[in-house]
């Protein structure tokens, strides 16, 4: 179940006249339970973010960043069950597929990557980094991951940080200011969970 906030406003914060009374905001309620075939749409902003535990781990997912810098990430996940990492090099695999690859585009609608897990995976023991791989980001360079599970209302969602103002293509991963590791769990909240 989705926690979502119901917003409180004062009259006089609604009409600038002082009142004793509270008026509730009203706020349309966004698609909670998005379909597989509805591509990125998961990243889009008015999609409720689920605050709760993810309570069916093994489904069908999708895994997207996005971020508002003028810079080119690169996504790259592996799942035990077949270690190719897909990533913008290796765009298929046997548990999915590299959907989205956009580059150097500081607009929030294209500003973005996605993988697509086209068989039930186990989002828990997902392996995923992310490489600043070009660009600059002299305020840091900061995005945002989203998982989607079918059959669950909303997504997950966790900022990510990577250390370095310029972006790099470098091989490697562990120690490099240039990448970042994902933790699966934190992202879907199973650490609460004690998994």
């Known amino acids: 179940m989705i926690r979502i906030e119901h917003q409180q406003a004062s009259a006089e914060t609604l009409t600038g006249q002082e009142s004793d009374q509270s008026v509730a905001v009203s706020t349309e309620q966004p698609q909670a339970t998005l379909a597989y075939d509805q591509g990125g749409r998961f990243l889009e902003q008015d999609i409720p973010v689920n605050a709760g535990i993810a309570e069916r781990l093994v489904a069908r997912a999708k895994v997207g960043t996005r971020w508002a810098c003028d810079c080119d990430f690169d996504l790259h996940i592996s799942h035990p069950d077949d270690d190719t990492r897909l990533n913008y090099e290796q765009t298929v ?4 597929r590299f959907s989205k690859d956009w580059r150097n585009s500081p607009d929030a609608v294209r500003a973005y990557l996605i993988i697509v897990f086209f068989k039930a995976i186990d989002g828990l023991v997902l392996d995923i980094w992310i490489n600043f791989f070009s660009g600059e980001a002299p305020n840091g360079a900061k995005g ?8 669950q209302d909303g997504v997950w969602e966790a900022p990510f940080e990577i250390p370095s103002n310029t972006g790099r ?3 490697y991963r562990d120690g490099s200011p240039y990448w970042v590791k994902i933790d699966p769990r934190s992202v879907l909240n199973a650490l609460r969970a004690g998994n």
């Open 93 to 96: 695999n046997t548990m999915g």
């Open 144 to 151: 945002t991951i989203r998982i989607w599970i079918e059959g």
């Open 169 to 171: 293509a470098v091989p």
